[in-house]
């Protein structure tokens, strides 16, 4: 085999044996200099022919007047280079981590590329290790620049009988380059130092052992040696594997020797390694920031970039005045060229929610049931192949393949098995869900995730019977908790009506909405300041009719009527009449939810939503209660003049029945938040 070594970067000095390179690239951008400065000088004639008031001297150039001006960048020297950090320890799917690394690192094209060790699994014997390099090397090959191997335990350390001499070293300095070396570029210098020399008495390489964490004299001496050579550059990067400054991971460990001699330099800018798959900053020492990368495709003992976990490159901006370091999470940079009209149309399409649904919906029960037979309808709508990965996040799903590939164009129906338990029937559980993420390959061949997306099981409601024989109550205890129901649900026409309720609070004060379709229109029984109100909006403003000397007492229950006949509005307390008014006109209608235990906003939110327990609401057509008195009842029969009425025994799912009249089937409203239905129905006392 050839040795690899792998070529000294673009504007390397003379001595890295790049001359030719580096001569015809001068000569090239010399010629672009020299035609684009001919360009200026013809481009700024014409403003100053065009534009008298500009001046060779504006920094930035226009025939607008008056406007703020602006600066021109400064003409500062700048270069990058990158780092990968540990491709070891990973699952298979790494090498595509590294890979996607490659194509973001030639997106930015630095001038070079850095590692920092462990660039493949090793720890075996040669035949495995040469299959793995092969693959390391094919994917970093891709790379638009040079880039530089750094040797780490994982590429050296030998598993398997016949061990030989220095293990793997000899294979490693074969295929991929020195164990130690250096090169210069753009004057500055990068020095790559080999941390697994082992004992120096035995061979024996473990750098758990503090007999195998020191510098040998010949590495040393050979430092000195750079050093000394490179004192005239104006700065120098260090690179090794072993992070063997971070305090009680290396107790064996020379680093101060090495330290001691790269800070006496004077010029040693950072220092950067990995191994310990973790982002880590080591502080700034004597002038010299050290750096710890994590992985590029490695092992990670958990997914938390905030906390240092996370697959990444590292982006170095060299500048005359400093050095600046950025970490780039592998994923993070994206290809505008990537973004056709094609790959729009089908990311849009795939979004779509019809592409993944319950075929059929389930009954709902009034017992658990364990392992109801269910439909998964999956369609692929686009001409080209997708991936489904399916799963459920609590495990109340079965689902008996996690991945389904559909073909262009495509539909598949997949069985599955739902559990109906009691977390359900206490409605304080959600509706069972499947979580879909779908992938597909843009026309680049290059891999698009579309965001996962939760799908709910249907529920058959038509048979769920939600009274029962000792009644029940709903309970809001928490801010933003509400019932609510859709406009299209109270199809209220225009008219004399009939709102009311059951309610029960241990504190009235402030603005009180207790049952509401208010936003500068329609109706609202509010309860502020424990004084009942009625309101409708007609005829375009609002007419209110409050109690008048009638409050309500904490922590009993009381019925609240609002009565609107056509001419005059009517509160009632407890069934007694407590204020009237004079009102009529056309209801100015919305398209907002009806709230109970709060009132919408123009977005349909509910706002100043109630803390206490609501029973038996009801809304009628035509004027119920005209007389002064009435025995209130709870939950009475749905009758003709019925428009929506909720019992609110019981909640299934965050949901509660909505009982309506004329043969139409039951329906249900969503609680919004933690509200929940309890057992025991409203009473006077």
């Not at 000899?170 to 164990?179: A, I, K, N, V």
């Not at 780039?328 to 973004?339: A, I, N, Q, Y």
């Not at 799908?455 to 019932?483: F, K, M, Y």
């Not at 009381?558 to 006109?585: E, F, M, P, T, W």
């Amino acid at each position: 085999m050839v040795n690899y070594l792998p070529m000294a970067p673009e504007g390397s000095s003379p001595d890295c044996g790049v001359v030719t390179r580096r001569s015809s690239r001068l000569a090239f951008w010399t010629g672009g200099v020299l035609m684009k400065t001919r360009s200026n000088i013809l481009i700024l004639g014409l403003v100053l022919l065009l534009h008298p008031g500009a001046t060779a001297d504006d920094p930035v150039r226009t025939d607008r007047e008056d406007a703020r001006p602006l600066t021109a960048p400064e003409g500062e020297a700048m270069w990058q280079f990158a780092i990968m950090g540990d491709r070891t320890g990973g699952p298979a799917e790494g090498i595509r981590v590294l890979a996607s690394a490659v194509n973001e690192v030639n997106l930015v094209e630095p001038d070079l590329v850095m590692t920092v060790g462990d660039l493949i699994q090793g720890y075996n014997s040669r035949v495995e290790w040469l299959i793995q390099a092969k693959q390391f090397q094919d994917t970093m090959n891709r790379l638009s620049r040079p880039w530089y191997p750094v040797a780490g335990n994982h590429d050296i350390y030998w598993r398997g009988p016949d061990r030989p001499d220095g293990e793997h070293e000899s294979d490693y300095e074969q295929h991929f380059g020195p164990l130690w070396y250096w090169f210069e570029h753009k004057g500055c210098a990068f020095v790559i130092l080999y941390s697994d020399e082992g004992d120096p008495k035995t061979g024996r390489k473990n750098f758990s052992d503090p007999a195998c964490q020191r510098f040998t004299e010949r590495q040393l001496q050979w430092l000195d040696g750079v050093l000394e050579n490179t004192a005239s550059l104006e700065k120098v990067f260090v690179f090794l594997h072993h992070p063997r400054w971070i305090s009680g991971h290396y107790p064996g460990a020379n680093w101060r020797a090495v330290h001691d001699r790269l800070a006496a330099a004077g010029n040693v800018e950072a220092v950067f390694a990995g191994h310990i798959h973790r982002l880590h900053y080591g502080g700034n020492k004597d002038g010299i920031d050290y750096f710890t990368l994590a992985t590029t495709g490695g092992g990670k003992a958990h997914d938390y970039p905030g906390a240092g976990w996370v697959h990444h490159w590292n982006l170095v901006t060299v500048r005359p005045g400093g050095v600046d370091v950025a970490v780039v999470p592998v994923g993070s940079l994206l290809d505008p060229r990537h973004f056709t009209p094609q790959r729009r149309a089908l990311s849009e399409r795939l979004l779509s929610g019809d592409l993944v649904r319950f075929s059929e919906a389930i009954p709902a029960p009034s017992s658990p049931i364990y392992g109801v037979d269910s439909v998964l309808s999956l369609k692929n709508p686009v001409g080209s192949t997708i991936r489904m990965q399916i799963k459920s996040p609590d495990g109340r799903i079965n689902i008996p393949i996690p991945e389904v590939v559909l073909g262009p164009n495509s539909t598949r129906q997949l069985p599955v098995k739902v559990d109906l338990d009691e977390v359900l029937l206490s409605g304080k559980g959600e509706l069972p869900v499947i979580e879909v993420t779908i992938q597909f390959d843009d026309e680049h061949q290059r891999g698009v995730v579309v965001p996962t997306r939760r799908v709910a099981i249907n529920l058959d409601h038509r048979q769920w019977v939600a009274r029962t024989p000792h009644g029940g109550h709903l309970v809001l205890a928490g801010r933003g908790e509400c019932v609510k129901l859709t406009s299209a649900q109270v199809p209220l026409a225009q008219g004399a009506f009939t709102l009311e309720g059951w309610v029960q609070a241990s504190d009235y004060s402030g603005r009180r909405p207790f049952i509401a379709k208010t936003e500068g229109s329609e109706y609202g029984i509010f309860l502020t300041d424990a004084v009942p109100s009625f309101m409708v909006h007609l005829d375009g403003k609002y007419h209110v009719v409050e109690a008048e000397g009638a409050h309500l007492q904490s922590d009993r229950w009381h019925h609240i009527a609002g009565v609107y006949d056509g001419g005059q509005l009517r509160i009632y307390l407890d069934g007694n009449l407590v204020g009237s008014k004079s009102a009529s006109g056309q209801r100015t209608l919305n398209r907002l939810p009806l709230v109970v235990g709060g009132d919408p906003d123009k977005n349909g939110n509910a706002v100043d939503t109630f803390r206490g327990t609501i029973d038996g609401v009801r809304l009628s057509t035509g004027a119920r209660y005209q007389q002064d008195s009435f025995t209130p009842a709870v939950d009475l029969p749905a009758d003709s003049r019925t428009i929506v009425q909720l019992t609110l025994d019981r909640s299934l799912a965050g949901m509660v029945q909505v009982e309506a009249t004329r043969g139409k089937d039951p329906k249900v409203a969503r609680i919004v938040g933690d509200g929940r239905c309890v057992g025991g129905s409203a009473m006077l006392p």
